[in-house]
């Protein structure tokens, strides 16, 4: 939790984010030099050594990741820890997080030696149940076996690096009775944040914090043009990466199996990356002027000035299905749905019901932009309160897709018929 007093004046203070920073600052020759030998590659590149790509993306590789280390302990350089009378305090600037001793059932230092590394966390075990979605201590939250069968699974866990000295002797002199010392662990001990797990609760507190927005008599459920304007960002990227990799590969002269394999490989990324742009520019084309609306009569879609209706007096059931990147609102009708209707037929999906006696057809329409979802769920509680079953949490990738082909078939036998 978040608090405004500050650590005593004796207290031990240890700089963790600046120590981390500066035991990663030899990864700083890595992330420059890396694009230095790709660029120095990419303007010599004699045709007979075609293999010298491979140690060149290897390392342009390996610097990417050792610049997101990098940025990632320099957003933690202002986190600092201290020990004193009252517990062990977290600060990062202006905020701080205070763990009381007598909330603790012991504190220690686990290690392992992972390969010719040496990994050290500190340990700080609770009596009872923590906060897990603490906003500067979440990522700091483990699950592990206790040490105990009377303490609970979940601890503070905090990577101090080659650092265990240091806290090891604050740990002992401000909590004495709570130091168990310092135990070896399996190699994988270490264990991850629950990223997935924070988010979706914190998003869940956050919605049921906030009121109902104030709509007028029309609601947007999905802008088609503002999605297909990231086409147009994403698309010239991709055309120029695909550009200059090809480039790079393609020698000025040369002959035998390396300016083969070189041809080869760059008539595979023009293929791959044509494919792609034909696939956006179809998706932007079918997006630019598609828009969706909801009101007190129903659910509206127009594209090119066509446009289709869903009442909310044919439909059981209305909700917002989610998931970590995704929401989508469900229309589920009272009987069958035409899934070759002119213009809705791209919104048909097949999936297991909410309710016994719904059908398994319903329409899937895609929230966006993804803030909206708050007016889309005020407009269903205010226009159809009855059929409002709220959604529900789903997997990844849950939206489908269109069924294109069998929509096809369908017309090819209805116009032969």
């Not at 590969?249 to 002959?255: N, R, S």
């Not at 079953?389 to 489908?400: I, K, L, P, Q, S």
């Amino acid at each position: 939790m978040i608090i405004d007093t500050q650590p005593a004046a004796d207290a031990t203070v240890l700089r963790y984010g600046l120590r981390r920073l500066l035991w990663a600052l030899p990864l700083l020759f890595v992330v420059l030099f890396g694009p230095f030998a790709f660029c120095m590659v990419l303007t010599t590149r004699p045709a007979d050594s075609g293999w010298q790509w491979a140690p060149v993306v290897l390392f342009l590789l390996f610097s990417v990741v050792c610049g997101g280390i990098l940025v990632s302990r320099w957003r933690k350089r202002r986190a600092v820890t201290a020990f004193d009378a009252t517990g062990f305090w977290w600060i990062e600037g202006k905020r701080s997080a205070l763990i009381r001793w007598d909330s603790l059932a012991g504190v220690g230092i686990y290690w392992a030696r992972p390969g010719k590394s040496v990994v050290h966390t500190v340990e700080l075990c609770p009596k009872g149940e923590i906060d897990r979605d603490d906003p500067l201590l979440w990522s700091y939250v483990r699950d592990a076996a206790p040490l105990h069968p009377d303490l609970p699974r979940l601890r503070y866990r905090i990577d101090v690096g080659n650092f265990s000295v240091a806290y090891g002797k604050a740990l002992r002199q401000w909590a004495p009775e709570l130091w168990f010392g310092r135990q070896e662990q399996p190699d994988s001990y270490m264990g991850s944040p629950d990223r997935v797990g924070h988010r979706e609760r914190t998003a869940a507190a956050q919605e049921a914090a906030l009121q109902p927005p104030s709509i007028g008599d029309t609601v947007v459920v999905h802008e088609g043009r503002r999605l297909a304007r990231r086409g147009f960002l994403v698309l010239p990227i991709l055309t120029t990466v695909g550009a200059l990799a090809v480039w790079g590969l393609v020698p000025g002269y040369g002959h035998g199996v390396v300016a083969f394999i070189r041809y080869v490989i760059s008539a595979v990324i023009v293929l791959y990356v044509g494919w792609l742009d034909a696939i956006g520019v179809r998706r932007m084309r079918t997006k630019w002027n598609q828009r969706i609306t909801m009101d007190a009569t129903g659910v509206h879609w127009t594209q090119k000035g066509i446009g289709a209706t869903v009442p909310w007096s044919q439909l059981a059931a209305v909700g917002i299905h989610h998931s970590e990147h995704d929401h989508t609102l469900e229309l589920c009708p009272k009987g069958e749905v035409d899934r070759d209707a002119p213009g809705l037929w791209q919104f048909v999906r097949d999936a297991e019901p909410q309710q016994p006696g719904l059908p398994r057809l319903r329409y899937r329409i895609s929230v966006f932009p993804v803030s909206g979802r708050y007016a889309v769920a005020a407009g269903c509680r205010r226009w159809a309160p009855e059929l409002w079953f709220t959604g529900e949490r789903m997997a990844n990738n849950y939206v489908g897709r269109p069924d294109r082909k069998g929509h096809r078939q369908r017309l090819r036998a209805a116009q032969t018929g």
